[in-house]
């Protein structure tokens, strides 16, 4: 047996695939640092010492951006965007952590990290090695041998794929590894900006190399070839064999491997621990430096070479991790002891309590227990019957302490935990104290679950979901099925850790000035979606169900068109299909890059710019919008109606977007289609209680555009909105020089554009895109609407300048939004942190607008008595199932209180409000 193994990472290609899979939820530390690609790397390393055990090991970064494939061919990865500044900041720690692993790190001027990996696995090779080259990047198959494989990491760190010769000559379709160098040369690499041949995908350029084998004898044959192919390979012959060339990986570096430098040693535990603590990788280093030896961790301490001259690895030592040997967790099993617990309960001014439950969703969730806690290291659990008839009983005797207005009730997500107890008949009261809304506030852009929380505040790793349940084993567990001691140490573990949480994030939420923001706005908030979202509203499942035919049949219509326009039948729900049908078939020009899979991107951003000039694609868009509409919502919907209320509950997110706006899921109510026809329907199924009800809806008019005019004090705003013209048509009377009854529909779509272009920070390119004008037109629209708009243009100046001087921006109400980019090197990111710090004031302030809103509307029904109640809320609308007898006293109530939200405003605030039997009547 052959135990000599040398695995070669190729640094940059992990380094970036780390950063890119926790791009829309990056992995940030309480210091705003982005780790994605740190973890990812070491994340990667470590399974290759802990489950591969090496024998050698080496890691291989580029050096530089130039490399004697620049001398070649001038624009040789010419088209690659700045590296992230997350990435440039991130290396030189991964360096650290390499080093400190002691493995080599090898890296050469005027070459690639690929030439050095080729030229190191080559000569391993001779040596006797089995040689794995780490790297996601395919190009890398014209390497592999019998002894040479690719070894490629998940995007996330776990699961790995290993392609040895079959499995290269399968993904590229040749006959021969040597073969993907030719494949590059001919259909080229949009990444590294090889040109290839014009024309040449994939498909075709594997079916030509089956027949000629090379692409020099393809050249040399191409008199036996017809049409345009014939024409692009003689055109551009030279090309082509330049492709080739720059697709080879050089395996003749000035360099030697060196078996001894190579071989695993003994890791710098001290320095790992040091690096560890300050990037605040508590999983990490349980998982490297922990005491506790993990599965398949323990044998990984040594290589696997020479057994008896094995060097260790690593010594493992505890990471900073409180001493959880002081927690007292308690089982509350007779009534002695929940007489003593609720003592205890009603004498505390506060308490942290958490539900375990058999559903992520309230509405649908029976009880399995609670834990309490009221001081840190202690909390108790109870656990209750199965039959809900009993657990009602048992829940009775709790009722009084759970609805004790003077007792502050404190949990993570408390909403949930209300929404459960009142499905059960308690109303849980006090002044709520939610641990997830109190981070949120003051990180909106990082994450809030518990478990990171604990990782980041406490260095303290929460027993998780899937452990205690055994998602790993054949078959996962429910939580009755847990074993009783490890079901209490769960759950009273959540009570005892949101506790402490609290202690910590408290004085910081007072410290930033966030305490008035939280206890006026948000903590009521909680309330009145906690009793929206167990109301309800009601949907017509007939009608669903009808339409839902009606769509298939226009699916189908539609589908059957677009295939007679195509001249072949295809898939048109198959997105490389439909690339193939339109850039190869039809030969609309394609003018971006092609996938890193060499297929065309159909997705609908390049789609929509083509749709204007080609009824096909804008068919196909059309085709794809139905089949989601359809899909998402209409055969979704009754599905998600809840069997015991006949009625949907969405769930509202108040700690999803960063700007302070609430979003929803099961279903997601924010993205149901409106701007087409089909998509308004949806909009119909949603009805009154019943005959005795109606909607009625009340929408806030340009919001944001009247905030902007009061927050920035430009005076031909504030002119526009105070003598009741139209916003848009006085736009365009100003940046067209036109009187304002003379505005056309053409200019005031245009100054429309603008309007709410401006707001969202964006520019020239993107309004060209929108307006489908030159750039150089956009450019001149943005600079005449500057022109008429100084007061704003002043605004948004000083905005971006108070963001770059305090890192953040705030709403009218105090509502922050930190900005780590703003003083960004790399140009992309600080246009984007610009573009927020613009926007966020706005839209958070009307967010912050419409909630206060909900909350004194809230409080009036209750104090009025009436008998309407709030059903949903969507971007700036609210939706009341109201009495008939109450539309005339609710639509003045509503109007009243959305108006005067913020008082003393320099806009008027304008609301409209309709009533119908149906959302879309009522809107």
Not at 579 to 599: A, D, N, S
């Amino acid at each position: 047996m052959n135990n000599k193994t040398l695995y070669i990472l190729d640094g940059h290609a992990l380094v970036f695939r780390a950063h890119y899979a926790f791009i829309n939820r990056p992995l940030m530390n309480s210091k705003g640092v982005n780790t994605s690609a740190i973890t990812g790397f070491t994340r990667s390393l470590w399974d290759i010492i802990v489950n591969r055990q090496p024998s050698h090991l080496a890691v291989s970064f580029d050096k530089s951006n130039i490399t004697f494939r620049n001398e070649m061919y001038p624009e040789y990865k010419a088209n690659r965007d700045e590296t992230p500044e997350d990435i440039r900041t991130a290396l030189p720690i991964i360096k650290e952590i390499v080093q400190a692993f002691n493995i080599p790190i090898l890296e050469m001027d005027n070459y690639e990290a690929d030439d050095v990996i080729g030229t190191l696995a080559k000569q391993a090779e001779k040596q006797g090695f089995k040689v794995y080259m780490v790297t996601p990047d395919k190009d890398f198959g014209q390497l592999v041998s019998e002894n040479i494989k690719i070894y490629k990491p998940s995007r996330k760190g776990t699961g790995v794929e290993i392609l040895g010769i079959p499995e290269v000559l399968e993904k590229w379709d040749i006959q021969d590894v040597d073969q993907v160098k030719d494949m590059i040369g001919l259909q080229g690499d949009s990444v590294d900006n090889i040109p290839g041949i014009p024309g040449i995908g994939p498909k075709t350029a594997a079916k030509l190399l089956k027949q000629y084998h090379t692409v020099e004898n393809l050249l040399d044959h191409t008199s036996e070839l017809k049409g345009k192919m014939k024409e692009n390979l003689e055109t551009f012959r030279e090309q082509g064999l330049l492709s080739k060339q720059l697709a080879i990986i050089n395996t003749e570096a000035p360099i030697t491997f060196d078996a001894e430098k190579t071989e695993m040693n003994q890791a710098n535990k001290k320095k790992l621990a040091e690096l560890f603590a300050e990037l605040e990788f508590r999983t990490l280093a349980q998982s490297i430096l922990g005491t506790a030896p993990q599965q398949g961790v323990q044998q990984a301490l040594f290589p696997t070479g020479n057994v008896a001259a094995a060097k260790p690895v690593i010594d493992k030592i505890a990471p900073n991790q409180f001493d959880n040997t002081k927690q007292a967790y308690t089982l509350i099993e007779t009534a002695e002891q929940r007489t003593a617990l609720l003592k205890e309960l009603k004498s505390a001014d506060r308490f942290c309590f958490d539900t375990e439950t058999t559903s992520i969703h309230p509405m649908e969730a029976d009880l399995v227990g609670i834990s309490f806690s009221t001081r840190p290291n202690h909390a108790s659990f109870i656990l209750f019957p199965k039959d809900r008839k009993a657990a009602s009983e048992l829940l009775e005797e709790f009722r009084a302490v759970l609805e004790d207005p003077k007792i502050q009730k404190i949990a993570q997500n408390i909403k949930y935990d209300a929404i459960v107890l009142k499905n059960y008949g308690i109303n849980v009261a006090g002044v709520f104290h939610d641990t997830m809304l109190f981070h949120y506030l003051l990180h909106p852009e990082l994450r809030h679950g518990m478990d990171y929380l604990a990782e980041t505040y406490l260095s303290y790793k929460c027993i998780s979901y899937d452990e205690l349940t055994e998602k790993k084993g054949r078959k996962q567990k429910k939580l009755r099925d847990v074993e009783l001691e490890k079901l209490k140490n769960y759950a009273a573990e959540d009570a005892d850790i949101t506790l402490r949480l609290h202690e910590h994030l408290h004085p910081k939420l007072q410290e930033e000035n966030l305490e008035k923001l939280y206890f006026d706005i948000e903590e009521p908030v909680i309330k009145v979606l906690a009793e929206m979202e167990y109301n309800g509203i009601r949907l017509d499942k007939k009608f669903l169900n009808d339409y839902s035919e009606k769509l298939a049949e226009e699916v189908l219509r539609t589908e059957a068109t677009i295939h007679e326009m195509a001249g072949v039948v295809f898939n048109v729900d198959s997105p490389k299909q439909v690339g193939e049908v339109l850039f190869e078939r039809m030969e609309i020009p394609y003018r971006w890059r092609k996938t890193k899979t060499g297929q065309f991107s159909t997705n609908e951003a390049k789609l929509s710019e083509l749709a204007k000039d080609h009824e096909i694609i804008s068919l196909i868009l059309e085709y794809r919008g139905l089949t989601k509409l359809k899909s998402t919502y209409v055969d979704a919907l009754p599905k998600m109606i809840n069997p015991k209320t006949g009625r949907i509950h969405s769930s509202f997110n108040q700690a999803l977007a960063s700007t302070g706006r609430l979003s929803s899921n099961h279903p997601n109510l924010q993205n149901i289609p409106i701007r087409t026809e089909a998509g308004r329907k949806v909009r119909e199924a949603f009805i009154p209680a019943d005959e005795n009800h109606t909607l009625l809806g009340a929408d806030y008019s340009q919001i944001e555009l009247r905030l902007i005019a009061h927050m920035s004090e430009d005076e031909a705003m504030l002119e526009a909105f105070n003598s009741g013209q139209d916003i848009h048509r006085a736009t365009a009377a100003r940046v067209f020089e036109v009187p304002y009854d003379e505005v056309t529909a053409d200019q005031r779509r245009q100054a429309k554009t603008v309007n709410f272009s401006i707001i969202y920070g964006a520019g020239s390119t993107n309004l060209s895109q929108q307006l489908d004008i030159p750039r150089k037109e956009a450019t001149a629209l943005i600079e005449a609407y500057f022109n008429q708009y100084q007061g704003l243009k002043k605004y948004m100046d000083d905005t971006v300048k108070f963001a770059r001087e305090n890192g953040y921006v705030e709403t009218l109400l105090g509502r922050k939004r930190g900005l780590r980019d703003i003083n960004s090197r790399n140009r992309m990111a600080q246009s984007a942190a610009e573009r927020i710090a613009i926007n966020t004031p706005i839209q958070g302030t009307a967010a912050d607008m419409i909630k206060i809103a909900m909350v004194r509307i809230h409080k009036r029904l209750k104090e009025e008595g009436l008998k309407s109640w709030l059903v949903l809320q969507v971007h700036d609308e609210l939706m009341f199932d109201v009495p008939h007898d109450e539309v005339d006293t609710m639509k003045k109530l509503v109007e009243e209180e959305m108006i005067n939200a913020i008082p003393d405003l320099k806009v008027p605030i304008l609301v409209e409000a309709g009533t119908g039997n149906t959302w879309l009547e009522a809107h």
